[in-house]
């Protein structure tokens, strides 16, 4: 199972960028997906959750009303939009996928089974 994360890169505060997570080896309908990001230092955090077979979306209030998750099942790949990027948003990003049980944070890394090889944003002026 290979996760492929593109999409990432420098951009002014303010601006916006999409990262692309490309799956292979495995089907991302029946999983549910989600992105994190990590700095330096730091716990991995989670920034978007998209439950499998719901497709309901979830999103911490730290990039709540900026950031975008999508998937699509026929590409079997993910996608998430951020907007308004601010420099707390720079950190590397990675694509997770896996079963997520009920009750279970999305946001917190211990239910992932599978991870991309994370992208660099860099929001910097």
């Known amino acids: 199972v290979q996760l492929q994360a593109s999409g990432g890169g420098l951009v002014q505060p303010g601006g916006s960028l999409r990262l692309s997570c490309e799956a292979s080896g495995t089907n991302l309908n029946f999983l549910t997906v989600a992105w994190f990001r990590q700095t330096p230092g730091e716990k991995r955090e989670g920034v978007s959750c998209?439950?499998?077979?719901?497709?309901?979306?979830y999103y911490p209030d730290s990039v709540k009303g900026r950031f975008t998750a999508s998937r699509d099942n026929a590409k079997n790949a993910a996608f998430l939009q951020m907007n308004n990027l601010n420099p707390e948003d720079t950190a590397v990003y990675y694509c997770a996928a896996g079963i997520l049980y009920r009750n279970t944070d999305c946001t917190s890394p211990e239910w992932v089974d599978y991870w991309g090889q994370g992208t660099l944003v860099t929001v910097s002026s």
């Open positions: 998209v439950i499998s077979r719901t497709g309901i979306t």
